[in-house]
Protein backbone atom coordinates (compact mmCIF):
# COMPACT_ATOMS: atom_id res chain seq x y z
CA UNK A 1 0.00 0.00 0.00
CA UNK A 2 1.51 3.59 -0.82
CA UNK A 3 1.03 6.54 1.36
CA UNK A 4 0.74 9.88 0.51
CA UNK A 5 0.76 13.03 2.50
CA UNK A 6 -1.62 15.60 1.70
CA UNK A 7 -1.59 19.12 0.30
CA UNK A 8 -3.70 22.36 0.01
CA UNK A 9 -3.52 23.99 -3.32
CA UNK A 10 -0.46 26.27 -1.99
CA UNK A 11 1.49 22.83 -1.45
CA UNK A 12 0.81 23.29 2.30
CA UNK A 13 1.03 20.16 3.81
CA UNK A 14 -2.16 19.20 5.73
CA UNK A 15 -1.13 17.57 9.09
CA UNK A 16 -3.51 14.27 10.45
CA UNK A 17 -4.55 12.97 6.93
CA UNK A 18 -3.15 10.31 5.20
CA UNK A 19 -3.78 9.57 1.39
CA UNK A 20 -3.85 6.19 -0.41
CA UNK A 21 -2.38 5.57 -3.71
CA UNK A 22 -6.01 3.89 -5.64
CA UNK A 23 -8.13 5.91 -3.74
CA UNK A 24 -8.15 9.09 -5.72
CA UNK A 25 -11.85 9.20 -6.35
CA UNK A 26 -12.42 9.77 -2.57
CA UNK A 27 -9.76 12.64 -2.18
CA UNK A 28 -12.20 15.89 -0.76
CA UNK A 29 -12.03 18.82 -3.26
CA UNK A 30 -9.56 21.05 -2.15
CA UNK A 31 -6.96 17.87 -1.31
CA UNK A 32 -3.96 17.07 -3.53
CA UNK A 33 -1.07 14.04 -3.20
CA UNK A 34 2.12 15.51 -4.50
CA UNK A 35 3.79 14.36 -8.06
CA UNK A 36 6.80 14.86 -9.05
CA UNK A 37 8.76 15.11 -12.97
CA UNK A 38 11.85 14.79 -14.26
CA UNK A 39 12.63 16.38 -17.14
CA UNK A 40 16.06 14.76 -17.84
CA UNK A 41 18.95 16.69 -20.16
CA UNK A 42 22.28 15.45 -21.32
CA UNK A 43 25.28 18.06 -21.54
CA UNK A 44 25.49 17.55 -24.64
CA UNK A 45 21.71 18.88 -25.52
CA UNK A 46 20.08 15.49 -26.00
CA UNK A 47 16.98 15.08 -23.56
CA UNK A 48 16.01 11.34 -22.24
CA UNK A 49 12.75 9.79 -23.52
CA UNK A 50 11.21 6.80 -21.86
CA UNK A 51 8.88 4.44 -23.20
CA UNK A 52 5.87 3.29 -21.08
CA UNK A 53 5.41 -0.35 -20.81
CA UNK A 54 2.67 -2.45 -22.55
CA UNK A 55 0.87 -2.97 -19.83
CA UNK A 56 0.90 0.99 -18.53
CA UNK A 57 -1.87 3.47 -19.28
CA UNK A 58 -1.18 4.86 -22.52
CA UNK A 59 1.02 1.92 -23.50
CA UNK A 60 4.37 2.35 -25.68
CA UNK A 61 4.15 6.23 -25.88
CA UNK A 62 7.11 8.14 -25.28
CA UNK A 63 7.37 9.97 -21.94
CA UNK A 64 9.95 13.35 -21.70
CA UNK A 65 9.91 13.24 -18.01
CA UNK A 66 10.28 10.47 -15.15
CA UNK A 67 7.70 10.72 -12.33
CA UNK A 68 5.46 9.89 -10.04
CA UNK A 69 3.79 10.61 -6.86
CA UNK A 70 5.70 10.89 -3.39
CA UNK A 71 5.64 8.93 -0.51
CA UNK A 72 4.31 9.92 2.73
CA UNK A 73 7.57 11.43 4.84
CA UNK A 74 9.57 12.84 1.54
CA UNK A 75 10.32 16.07 0.44
CA UNK A 76 9.89 16.65 -3.44
CA UNK A 77 13.01 16.98 -3.89
CA UNK A 78 13.35 13.47 -2.08
CA UNK A 79 10.48 12.23 -4.05
CA UNK A 80 11.74 13.56 -7.81
CA UNK A 81 15.80 11.65 -6.77
CA UNK A 82 13.91 8.75 -5.70
CA UNK A 83 11.37 8.21 -8.83
CA UNK A 84 14.61 9.80 -11.19
CA UNK A 85 16.49 6.72 -9.97
CA UNK A 86 14.43 4.58 -9.94
CA UNK A 87 12.95 4.69 -13.59
CA UNK A 88 16.54 5.83 -14.97
CA UNK A 89 18.87 4.47 -12.65
CA UNK A 90 20.43 7.82 -13.49
CA UNK A 91 21.81 9.51 -9.68
CA UNK A 92 21.83 13.36 -9.69
CA UNK A 93 23.66 15.42 -7.67
CA UNK A 94 20.87 18.32 -7.81
CA UNK A 95 17.89 19.06 -9.86
CA UNK A 96 16.69 22.47 -10.32
CA UNK A 97 12.89 23.59 -9.54
CA UNK A 98 10.99 24.91 -12.97
CA UNK A 99 7.43 24.99 -12.27
CA UNK A 100 4.64 24.41 -9.70
CA UNK A 101 1.25 23.68 -10.90
CA UNK A 102 -2.15 21.98 -9.42
CA UNK A 103 -4.78 19.56 -11.37
CA UNK A 104 -7.79 19.46 -9.65
CA UNK A 105 -9.54 16.88 -12.00
CA UNK A 106 -6.63 14.25 -10.48
CA UNK A 107 -6.20 15.78 -7.18
CA UNK A 108 -2.39 16.49 -7.69
CA UNK A 109 -0.08 19.50 -6.91
CA UNK A 110 3.12 18.86 -9.61
CA UNK A 111 6.63 19.76 -9.10
CA UNK A 112 8.37 19.75 -12.44
CA UNK A 113 12.48 19.69 -12.09
CA UNK A 114 15.48 19.37 -14.99
CA UNK A 115 18.16 17.27 -14.17
CA UNK A 116 21.25 18.21 -16.37
CA UNK A 117 23.44 14.97 -16.37
CA UNK A 118 26.62 13.43 -17.88
CA UNK A 119 25.67 10.11 -17.50
CA UNK A 120 26.90 7.83 -19.76
CA UNK A 121 23.92 7.56 -21.66
CA UNK A 122 24.26 3.92 -22.21
CA UNK A 123 23.62 3.50 -18.64
CA UNK A 124 20.26 3.98 -18.47
CA UNK A 125 18.25 1.48 -16.65
CA UNK A 126 14.30 0.39 -17.24
CA UNK A 127 12.15 0.17 -14.54
CA UNK A 128 10.85 -3.19 -15.16
CA UNK A 129 6.41 -2.94 -15.34
CA UNK A 130 6.94 1.14 -15.99
CA UNK A 131 9.36 1.37 -18.84
CA UNK A 132 10.35 -0.71 -21.65
CA UNK A 133 12.70 1.30 -24.18
CA UNK A 134 14.76 4.65 -23.98
CA UNK A 135 16.37 7.00 -26.58
CA UNK A 136 18.00 10.22 -26.48
CA UNK A 137 17.04 12.86 -28.59
CA UNK A 138 17.22 16.60 -29.74
CA UNK A 139 14.84 19.33 -29.09
CA UNK A 140 14.22 19.01 -32.68
CA UNK A 141 13.04 14.88 -32.76
CA UNK A 142 10.95 15.74 -29.75
CA UNK A 143 8.92 18.82 -31.53
CA UNK A 144 8.00 16.68 -34.40
CA UNK A 145 6.80 14.18 -32.54
CA UNK A 146 3.03 13.24 -32.65
CA UNK A 147 0.28 13.34 -30.14
CA UNK A 148 0.06 9.57 -31.14
CA UNK A 149 4.07 8.66 -29.80
CA UNK A 150 4.49 11.67 -27.27
CA UNK A 151 2.63 11.39 -24.18
CA UNK A 152 1.66 15.06 -22.68
CA UNK A 153 2.59 17.49 -25.27
CA UNK A 154 3.26 19.75 -22.87
CA UNK A 155 6.60 18.14 -22.49
CA UNK A 156 7.36 19.74 -25.60
CA UNK A 157 6.99 23.26 -23.93
CA UNK A 158 9.67 21.83 -21.05
CA UNK A 159 11.87 20.34 -23.58
CA UNK A 160 11.94 24.53 -25.69
CA UNK A 161 11.56 26.13 -22.24
CA UNK A 162 14.81 24.15 -20.63
CA UNK A 163 16.37 24.84 -23.75
CA UNK A 164 16.55 28.11 -23.67
CA UNK A 165 16.80 28.14 -19.58
CA UNK A 166 13.71 30.17 -19.37
CA UNK A 167 11.84 29.59 -16.51
CA UNK A 168 8.72 27.35 -16.56
CA UNK A 169 5.15 29.45 -16.64
CA UNK A 170 2.62 28.66 -15.17
CA UNK A 171 0.54 28.89 -18.46
CA UNK A 172 2.05 25.52 -19.87
CA UNK A 173 -1.01 24.26 -19.90
CA UNK A 174 -3.00 26.67 -21.70
CA UNK A 175 -0.28 28.81 -24.07
Same mark, same amino acid.
Not at 125 to 154: P, V
Given at each position: ????? $?????? #? #??? @???? *? ?45 ? @? ?8 ? *???? !? ?5 ? %? @??IADSLEEKERFVKDETHSAY? $? ?7 ? #???? *?????? %???? #? ?6 ? !??? @????? !??? %?? +? ?9 ? +? ?5 ? %??
Open positions: MELWD $AYDRNF #K #KIE @GITL *IRGEESSIPKGIYHMVVLILVRHVDGQYLLMRRSPGKAYPLYWEATA @GGSVLQGESA *IEGA !LRELREE %T @GIY $AFVCITSCD #KESV *ILQEGE %TCDY #KWADKEEI !LAM @GDDEL !LAQ %TM +RKYVIRSRSEE +RFSRNAE %TD
